[in-house]
């Protein structure tokens, strides 16, 4: 049976950026970067052409990918500039940080972080490049190799950044460093980097979407998505959907000074990324993970389907934080279309006694009375003045029983403890007001009791 690789001989033809197989329709599209008239194609550019010529009846459908030039590749979407506005909220400095926020390597320009958590399997059992000391065990959060590593340029253990250096980020919003990543080169299936994390400073959360999600991964019968609903959460067009139209096409990609290379076994949607939306999670309707946003145009996106994203870097996506809380919101459930998928595999396997977990018990505004047992803010003081761009000292006390707690103060987050002989305790965490702030700005505190899982 005939597959998308014995058709990539049309990849030569000028003009042509991406083909794909359909095996159920026995058709074959070819995505050119702009129509033009049969009468203005050199015969061997003539895709319907060469399929006649090679023998086969293939039906043939030519997609425009709306570029109104003659392009050699799709565009990676974050090596793009300049970089367009992001969605709200997104280029905030987020503690803990989310999946589908501002995030890339501190010398590059803007992208979004993706998937976490991610857990290592063998550091060498992939076509991964990996920091040495890397184990087998370790939690890391996924983008892209050319959000991440600079496509192939960066060394391992620069520092990424959140937000982005385009959106504000400097050296004091690094949130990890480069620890591995896929290198892109022609024939490769993933466009995907890891950085390292600290696990008190991530969120399993994904920006804008269902608490829930993932409520799987995806790992067989992508075929069979072909026409299904997609939605990414990103750095610059936010939560956004589109269809599934291709899902084994081989795609040429335009990685900037790395040049075009040619990647397989990958998801084509309709428009729903623009550049700066690299390295977004992709979800079905129900909330599977299926992909991780990498490229595309004004009318297409391409995805690295996300069990390529796991085999070739070797590692697991999660559905469930490794402590068993389930991360994020009640975050569970199973490894749908999994059929490897092995008992408990994701789940705590209850070896990891004593783990600090933090329970919320305290969600609000200052502006909104608390109604909650555990936790009181008793005073909010800031040491400064409160101006658009200003960042100031925020001190807040809180009342309690005796004990260890976490604080929160516009994702800040730091750990008080109450006393035996006190019933308050105060932390101190700096605040920046937005530039676009007004009459007045919205904080939240949040807190609670630092539990021991037994």
């Known amino acids: 049976m005939p597959s998308t690789q014995d058709y ?29 008239p049969k009468d203005c194609l050199a015969e061997e550019d003539d895709v319907e052409k060469r399929v006649a010529a090679a023998g086969d009846d293939v039906g043939v459908s030519v997609v425009d990918s709306g570029y109104d030039e003659d ?17 709200p909220g997104r280029t905030d400095r987020h503690r803990p940080v989310p999946a589908g926020v501002s995030e890339i390597n501190a010398n590059s320009t803007a992208g ?3 998937p976490y958590p991610a857990r290592v399997e063998e550091p060498d059992a992939g076509n991964g490049t990996w920091r040495n000391d890397v184990e087998a ?48 080169e022609d024939g490769v299936r993933v466009d995907v980097a890891a950085r390292s994390v600290d696990p008190d400073r991530e969120s399993a959360s994904y920006f804008e979407l269902e608490d829930a999600w993932p409520t799987g991964v995806r790992r067989e019968d992508y075929g ?9 959460t990103g750095r610059t067009t936010g939560v956004s959907s589109a269809d599934i139209e291709a899902t084994g096409a081989s795609v040429r990609v335009d990685f900037g000074e790395q040049g075009v290379v040619t990647l397989r076994e990958q998801l084509v949607a309709g428009p729903m990324s623009e550049p700066g939306d690299s ?14 946003l990498f490229a595309g145009s004004a009318r297409q996106t391409i995805c690295n389907r996300i069990a390529n994203v796991e085999a070739e870097l070797g590692v697991e996506i999660l559905t469930t934080e490794p402590d068993g809380t389930g991360g994020g919101g009640g975050r569970g459930g199973e490894n749908e279309g999994d059929e490897d998928t092995d008992e408990g595999k994701g789940e705590d396997d209850g070896e990891d006694d004593g783990v600090p977990v ?44 005796p004990g260890e707690y976490w604080l929160e103060v516009a994702a800040e987050r730091t750990t008080a403890t109450i006393a035996a002989d006190d019933d308050r305790a105060a932390a101190t965490l700096p605040i920046s007001v937005p530039e676009d702030a007004t009459e007045s700005v919205t904080i939240r505190v949040r807190g609670g009791p630092i539990a021991t899982l037994e």
């Open 358 to 401: 933090s329970v919320t018990t305290l969600d609000r505004t200052v502006s909104v009375d608390l109604e909650t047992p555990d936790l009181t803010l008793e005073a909010l003081h800031f040491d400064g003045e409160l101006r658009p761009g200003a960042t100031v000292d925020a001190t807040a006390t809180v009342a309690g029983e």
């Open 8 to 36: 990539e001989y049309l990849l030569e033809c000028e003009n042509v950026i991406g083909v794909d197989y359909d095996a159920d329709e026995h058709r074959v599209t070819v995505f050119v970067s702009q129509k033009r």
């Open 137 to 184: 065990g370790d939690l890391v959060r996924l983008s892209n190799n050319h959000v991440y590593a600079r496509s192939n340029a960066a060394d391992l253990g620069e520092a990424i950044l959140q937000p982005s250096p385009e959106d504000g980020g400097d050296r004091d919003d690094e949130v990890g460093d480069l620890v591995g990543y896929v290198p892109v």
């Open 224 to 232: 069979g998505l072909r026409g299904e609903t997609v939605t990414k």
């Open 71 to 87: 392009r050699e590749g799709f565009d990676a979407l974050s090596v793009l500039e300049p970089v367009p506005e992001a969605a």
């Open 279 to 292: 390295g977004s999670a992709v979800f079905l309707e129900d909330g599977t993970l299926v992909g991780l």
């Open 112 to 114: 979004t972080g993706g």
